[in-house]
C-alpha cells in the first residue's frame, strides 16, 4: 500500500530535549515536505526536500533541523524545543517539486513541549 | 508573497443543501490549486486541483470547484451535502514561478453537516 508513515504519532517532551521525528515514503517520491499545523493558522510549511541531500526553507523554518539521506526518508530534528513548537506536525511526498503534483500526507504526529 | 484566504473559519449546512467553500489566492500569475480534506485524526487528503485546462474541475465525493482567474477564486460547491462531508477542508496553491516547492495553504474551513 502507497503510503506515508511518520513516527511517532503523539509525543510529550520537555524543553530542550532534542527529538526526532522520522517520515517515511513507499512511493519513490522525489519531493518531501513538512508542516505544522495550528488553530487558526493552516499548514505552514518548515522544510521541504527537492530530492537526496537537496533541501530548503519553508515559511516557518526556525527551531528545526531537516535531513535527506536517502530518497524515502526524511527525518525533522528539534534541537532543542520549546513550548511554542507545540503543535500538530505532518510529512507529505509528491512524485515532482514542480507543484501541478498533488501530496500526499502522513497520519501526523502531535507533539508537546512542557 | 503569495497568500491564500479561505472566508469562514466555520461553515454549516444542512443535509441535502448546497455546500460552498470560498478560496482566494493573491497571484500575478495562475497558480496551480487544491483542495484538501482533513478529517478528524487523520493527514489531508486531496480533493481535487486545478493546473492547466478546463477551468471546472471535479473532484471526489461530488466535489467540484471552479477557478476564476478575473476574481482570483478557487471555490469548492457540491450540490448536496452528506453527513460525511463533515471535515475540515483546505485551499492550497503553489506558484509556478517559484518552481511549485513551496505550498501555502488557507487557514481551513470546518464543515458541519445537520441532519
Known amino acids: 500500500e502507497a503510503q506515508v508513515t511518520q513516527n511517532p504519532r503523539y509525543l510529550i517532551t520537555v524543553t530542550g530535549k532534542k527529538l526526532t521525528v522520522t517520515c517515511s515514503q513507499n512511493?519513490?517520491?522525489?519531493?518531501m515536505s513538512w508542516y505544522r499545523q495550528d488553530p487558526g493558522l493552516g499548514l505552514r510549511q518548515i522544510y521541504y526536500?527537492?530530492?537526496?541531500?537537496?533541501?530548503d526553507k519553508g515559511d516557518v523554518p526556525e527551531g528545526y533541523k531537516v535531513s535527506r539521506k536517502e530518497k524515502r526518508n526524511f527525518p525533522l530534528i528539534l534541537e532543542s524545543p520549546s513550548p511554542n513548537q507545540t503543535s500538530l506536525y505532518f510529512c507529505a511526498s509528491s512524485s515532482s517539486g514542480q507543484g501541478e503534483y498533488e501530496q500526499y500526507f502522513g497520519p501526523g504526529t502531535r507533539l508537546t513541549v512542557t | 508573497a503569495q497568500s491564500v484566504t479561505q472566508l469562514g473559519s466555520h461553515v454549516s449546512v444542512s443535509e441535502g443543501a448546497l455546500v460552498l467553500l470560498r478560496c482566494n489566492y493573491s497571484?500575478?500569475?495562475?497558480?496551480?490549486l487544491f483542495w484538501y480534506v482533513q478529517y478528524p485524526n487523520q493527514g489531508l487528503q486531496l480533493l481535487l486541483k486545478y493546473t492547466t485546462g478546463a477551468t471546472l474541475v471535479k473532484g471526489i465525493n461530488g466535489f467540484e470547484a471552479e477557478f476564476k482567474k478575473s476574481e482570483t477564486s478557487f471555490h469548492l460547491t457540491k450540490p448536496s451535502a452528506h453527513m460525511s462531508d463533515a471535515a475540515e477542508y483546505f485551499c492550497a496553491v503553489s506558484d509556478p514561478d517559484t518552481g511549485g516547492f513551496k505550498t501555502i495553504f488557507g487557514a481551513g474551513t470546518r464543515l458541519f453537516v445537520k441532519a
Open positions: 526536500s527537492m530530492n537526496v541531500e537537496v533541501t
Open positions: 512511493m519513490n517520491h522525489e519531493y
Open positions: 497571484s500575478s500569475v495562475p497558480p496551480y
